[in-house]
């Protein structure tokens, strides 16, 4: 039986067939992790398209009773393959870009924090509409969801943002690709915010409910490859006395994010806001929430001033060394550095 008839994507289709999978006995007895890689897709995806295969093919897997244990036992160098494959979301900022070995990395929770004014949700914008790239141009070319606690999403700015990265892309054929005839770059301003699935949310209890929600929402719309909270703190640094609780709720949120980037190979990106730290005798600015709460992301970026100019700090993270670069907020998003108004450091 051919691939072609399989109840499953397009997409999913193309990538089985361009991999030499032809027929749908060619999938008996490939594992899902085999198959993941060669398809460039997660292991979740490549177990699902296992299933209708085994389903509609009528063949006898041998490897059937033990995907549930293939899927939660990998080997290193399973998981070293599955990170180099792993995607990435450039910032448009290459300097930016660099220290984070390429850009926002897919399937982590990455929070961004620093003081008002800094650029946080300019970042945030910015990676809303980038992660709508095509493939083509380097990109992910997927959608994205956009969690608004602070009421500081706009889509003016957004819309500004789209036509800058148009623009990019059409450089990009005028100067990389000028042996192709026409211009690749199909997209208008208003696809790329038809593309951003924005959620309001006015208390904690809203938050929490709307992650909780996410994980169906996400398996009903494949293709959201960004998770954005700006910010993850506000409901939570007001009307709170029970500052046990609070603990408790962010840790169980951190942990449904953590699951959902592992689960859709997506970026998880939580905006924080700044406090004030009592430490050797004088008071520091610091990223809210406790010391706790820094171990619920898989990377930590800080932004500060150097003088005039806007920086990011790498603190955190497996891979890479900690580093920083300076960047910018433009008129066309943001870009790699270039003066701006003077701020306080966070140290």
Request: aromatic residues 6%; neutral net charge.
């Amino acid at each position: 039986m051919e691939i072609a008839s399989l109840p499953i994507s397009a997409s999913q289709r193309a990538k089985l067939i361009s991999a030499g999978y032809n027929s749908i006995s060619s999938l008996s007895s490939v594992i899902p992790a085999q198959l993941a890689r060669d398809l460039g897709v997660s292991e979740n995806e490549a177990i699902a398209i296992l299933k209708v295969a085994s389903q509609r093919g009528g063949v006898e897997r041998p490897h059937e009773s033990h995907l549930a244990i293939v899927n939660g036992a990998q080997s290193a160098w399973d998981m070293l393959h599955e990170e180099e494959a792993c995607k990435r979301i450039t910032t448009s900022c290459s300097d930016l870009d660099d220290i984070l070995g390429g850009g926002i990395s897919c399937k982590e929770v990455t929070e961004i924090g620093g003081v008002p004014g800094i650029g946080k949700t300019q970042i945030g914008i910015q990676l809303a509409i980038n992660v709508q790239i095509p493939v083509g141009y380097g990109g992910v070319e997927g959608k994205a969801v956009y969690i608004d606690t602070e009421g500081s999403f706009m889509v003016e700015r957004a819309s500004q943002i789209a036509e800058a990265c148009i623009k990019d892309m059409q450089e990009y054929d005028h100067f990389l690709r000028k042996d192709l005839p026409g211009c690749q770059a199909k997209l208008t301003s208003n696809d790329f915010l038809a593309n951003i699935n924005y959620f309001r949310i006015c208390s904690y209890t809203e938050q929490i409910a709307v992650i909780n929600y996410l994980d169906k929402f996400i398996s009903e719309h494949p293709d959201v490859k960004v998770v954005i909270v700006d910010s993850i703190t506000f409901h939570f640094r007001q009307d709170f006395e029970d500052m046990a609780l609070r603990t408790r709720l962010l840790g169980g949120m951190a942990l449904k994010l953590m699951k959902l980037a592992k689960k859709f190979s997506l970026a998880v990106i939580l905006l924080n806001q700044v406090t004030t730290k009592y430490s050797g005798g004088s008071f520091h600015l610091t990223l809210a929430l406790g010391d706790s709460w820094s171990h619920a992301c898989t990377n930590r970026i800080i932004l500060y001033w150097n003088g005039n100019e806007r920086c990011a700090h790498l603190d955190k993270s497996p891979s890479l060394r900690s580093a920083s670069a300076p960047y910018s907020v433009t008129g066309e998003g943001i870009r790699n550095s270039a003066s701006s108004c003077k701020r306080a450091r966070i140290t």
